[in-house]
Protein backbone atom coordinates (compact mmCIF):
# COMPACT_ATOMS: atom_id res chain seq x y z
CA UNK A 1 0.00 0.00 0.00
CA UNK A 2 3.06 2.25 0.88
CA UNK A 3 4.55 2.35 -2.55
CA UNK A 4 1.64 2.55 -4.56
CA UNK A 5 0.96 6.63 -3.65
CA UNK A 6 5.13 6.02 -3.93
CA UNK A 7 4.47 5.79 -8.01
CA UNK A 8 2.02 8.10 -8.24
CA UNK A 9 4.12 11.07 -6.68
CA UNK A 10 7.41 10.17 -8.82
CA UNK A 11 4.82 9.84 -12.05
CA UNK A 12 3.20 13.26 -11.38
CA UNK A 13 6.48 15.28 -10.48
CA UNK A 14 8.44 15.44 -13.64
CA UNK A 15 8.41 19.00 -15.03
CA UNK A 16 7.12 17.47 -18.37
CA UNK A 17 4.21 16.12 -16.43
CA UNK A 18 3.54 19.83 -15.04
CA UNK A 19 4.14 21.63 -18.19
CA UNK A 20 1.85 19.17 -20.25
CA UNK A 21 -0.83 19.22 -17.47
CA UNK A 22 -0.86 23.29 -17.80
CA UNK A 23 -1.28 23.32 -21.29
CA UNK A 24 -2.39 20.26 -22.65
CA UNK A 25 -3.69 21.86 -25.73
CA UNK A 26 -0.06 23.00 -26.88
CA UNK A 27 1.46 19.68 -27.59
CA UNK A 28 -1.50 17.02 -27.69
CA UNK A 29 0.69 14.36 -28.87
CA UNK A 30 2.93 14.72 -25.84
CA UNK A 31 0.07 14.51 -23.76
CA UNK A 32 -1.45 10.99 -24.66
CA UNK A 33 1.29 9.21 -23.77
CA UNK A 34 1.40 11.08 -19.72
CA UNK A 35 -2.42 10.87 -19.96
CA UNK A 36 -2.20 6.53 -20.32
CA UNK A 37 1.09 7.02 -18.27
CA UNK A 38 -0.83 8.56 -15.25
CA UNK A 39 -4.38 6.57 -15.82
CA UNK A 40 -1.98 3.47 -15.76
CA UNK A 41 -0.66 4.12 -12.09
CA UNK A 42 -4.15 5.27 -10.89
CA UNK A 43 -5.51 1.83 -12.68
CA UNK A 44 -2.58 0.06 -10.36
CA UNK A 45 -3.66 1.62 -7.44
CA UNK A 46 -7.78 1.12 -8.04
CA UNK A 47 -6.62 -2.60 -8.20
CA UNK A 48 -4.64 -2.80 -5.07
CA UNK A 49 -7.49 -0.90 -3.08
CA UNK A 50 -10.71 -3.34 -4.96
CA UNK A 51 -8.86 -6.61 -4.15
CA UNK A 52 -8.28 -4.82 -0.37
CA UNK A 53 -11.67 -4.19 0.09
CA UNK A 54 -12.82 -7.74 -1.62
CA UNK A 55 -10.12 -9.59 1.25
CA UNK A 56 -11.95 -7.25 3.79
CA UNK A 57 -8.55 -5.68 4.64
CA UNK A 58 -10.22 -2.04 3.54
CA UNK A 59 -13.59 -1.41 4.51
CA UNK A 60 -14.87 0.65 1.75
CA UNK A 61 -18.33 -0.54 -0.18
CA UNK A 62 -17.10 1.84 -2.76
CA UNK A 63 -13.27 1.21 -3.77
CA UNK A 64 -13.59 3.28 -7.02
CA UNK A 65 -14.40 6.51 -4.31
CA UNK A 66 -11.76 4.76 -2.09
CA UNK A 67 -9.09 5.53 -4.59
CA UNK A 68 -10.36 9.01 -6.06
CA UNK A 69 -10.01 9.86 -2.26
CA UNK A 70 -6.14 8.75 -2.10
CA UNK A 71 -5.24 10.03 -5.25
CA UNK A 72 -6.87 13.06 -4.69
CA UNK A 73 -4.68 13.76 -1.23
CA UNK A 74 -1.48 12.76 -2.86
CA UNK A 75 -2.05 15.46 -6.05
CA UNK A 76 -3.84 18.14 -3.60
CA UNK A 77 -0.23 18.54 -2.36
CA UNK A 78 2.62 17.17 -4.89
CA UNK A 79 0.41 17.76 -8.42
CA UNK A 80 -2.08 21.02 -8.41
CA UNK A 81 -0.13 23.63 -6.48
CA UNK A 82 2.39 22.99 -9.11
CA UNK A 83 0.38 23.00 -11.71
CA UNK A 84 -2.12 25.55 -11.10
CA UNK A 85 -0.66 28.11 -8.66
CA UNK A 86 3.32 27.79 -10.09
CA UNK A 87 4.89 26.34 -6.88
CA UNK A 88 7.91 24.59 -7.01
CA UNK A 89 8.23 20.87 -7.30
CA UNK A 90 8.73 19.07 -4.16
CA UNK A 91 11.85 17.74 -3.09
CA UNK A 92 11.88 14.38 -2.60
CA UNK A 93 11.96 14.33 1.57
CA UNK A 94 8.35 16.56 1.07
CA UNK A 95 7.25 13.84 -1.53
CA UNK A 96 7.84 11.06 1.61
CA UNK A 97 6.05 13.37 3.55
CA UNK A 98 2.90 14.09 1.59
CA UNK A 99 2.56 10.21 0.38
CA UNK A 100 3.53 8.92 3.87
CA UNK A 101 0.40 11.09 5.49
CA UNK A 102 -2.05 10.32 2.89
CA UNK A 103 -1.64 6.94 3.10
CA UNK A 104 -1.73 7.18 7.32
CA UNK A 105 -4.86 9.70 6.71
CA UNK A 106 -6.00 7.05 4.29
CA UNK A 107 -5.82 3.88 6.30
CA UNK A 108 -6.99 5.51 9.33
CA UNK A 109 -10.31 5.81 7.78
CA UNK A 110 -10.79 2.89 5.53
CA UNK A 111 -8.13 0.28 7.29
Request: hydrophobic share 40%.
Amino acid sequence: MRDAPGAKRRSVRQRGAICIARHPHRRPGRSRPLTALLGAREHAMGAWIRAAAADGRLRTPDPAFATQQLESLIKGAAFWPQVAMGQPPLDEAKEVAVAESAVEMFLGYYG
